[in-house]
């Protein structure tokens, strides 16, 4: 079976990309009919859920939002925990598992490209800003020693990235914030269709946002034939090509390991995207603190950053929803 997961991180912020994840993995024994495997269950103890878990050993893979420690944290790097269990995973397809050396390269394993704003630009940030290089091919040796014992493999991991022009361009033309949400998850679908193998059967999770339910919509136009099983509040269920299954519910990342780390892929994508940003104004505008892009902050920041931000700057950089 091939096993994929789809989560987002920066819905709901001013300032900043929207970033949507994918991480797909094949599991070797499984039958159709069955529940989609427990990849923390198969790969234990290289794989933990949370950071409690992992410090007795094994890597964390869960919740962005709870793996992601606060900017103000004064003993580690707040992305200590997400750079870990992506860019370990990401070594795994290396022989020497060597992990990303920076931010350019982190884009490049995963198909990233952050727009032509200049507040992207520059150069590359280095990674890992909170690992040690040496432990990250150890844990990647962890890892792929475990898959490579449970039937597991790593297949793919992408992140699409709406910069705020493309995002503001996509709320106009398609008049919802879960409308352009739609449009990575859309490009995402297409691409797993494509790693299907004539044998195998394909298990899409996806975390949901807001209360809808219904995506036939969208699935019809990747894969053609759709039955809806399920549209309610608790998950949304589908059946595509008559033998695969798309499943979409909330805090998907708590229930499967492909969503967790979609979702710590995509946090870390845009974590590091804001870090150019704010390396950006910070060099045109003096003793400038830095913003994450949340509403609140978001209006401090751009009330401090003042006329050296020109209207079109403000235009080109504020999401309209």
């Known amino acids: 079976m091939l096993y994929a997961g789809i989560d987002e991180a920066g819905y709901g912020p001013m300032l900043g990309p929207l970033c949507v994840g994918l991480t797909v993995f094949r599991v070797r024994e499984w039958e159709p009919g069955r529940p989609a495997p427990d990849l923390w269950e198969l790969l234990a103890p290289s794989l933990m859920r949370t950071a409690k878990e992992a410090s007795r050993g094994g890597v964390p893979v869960g919740d962005s939002k709870r793996l992601k420690l606060s900017n103000q944290s004064a003993t580690r790097h707040p992305l200590v925990h997400l750079e870990r269990g992506v860019l370990a995973m990401l070594a795994t397809g290396h022989a020497e598992h060597r992990c990303c050396s920076d931010d350019a390269e982190l884009h490049g394993a995963l198909g990233v490209s952050l727009g032509d704003s200049p507040w992207y630009a520059g150069e590359p940030l ?158 045109r505008v003096a003793e400038l603190k830095p913003t994450a892009g949340y509403v609140q902050d978001a209006r401090r920041w751009l009330n401090d950053v003042g006329p050296s931000a020109t209207p079109d700057e403000r235009e080109r950089m504020i999401r309209k929803a």
């Open 126 to 283: 280095p990674l890992p800003c909170g690992n040690d290089a040496g432990m990250l091919r150890i844990d990647a040796a962890q890892i792929a020693a475990a898959m490579a014992k449970a039937g597991v493999e790593f297949v793919s991991a992408r992140v699409s990235v709406v910069d705020e022009v493309r995002f503001n361009r996509l709320l106009a033309e398609r008049r919802s914030k879960a409308a352009v949400v739609e449009a990575a998850l859309e490009e995402h679908l297409r691409g797993v269709r494509a790693l299907v193998r004539e044998s195998e059967s394909l298990r899409i999770v996806a975390d949901r946002q807001s209360g809808r339910t219904r995506y036939g919509g969208v699935l019809g136009r990747v894969f053609g034939e759709v039955i809806a099983e399920e549209e309610s509040a608790r998950a949304s269920r589908y059946r595509v090509d008559g033998r695969h299954g798309v499943i979409l519910h909330s805090e998907a990342e708590d229930a499967h390991l492909p969503v967790a780390l979609a979702s710590m892929a995509a946090k870390l994508v845009r974590e590091l995207a804001m870090a150019r940003f704010n390396r950006y104004w910070s060099a």
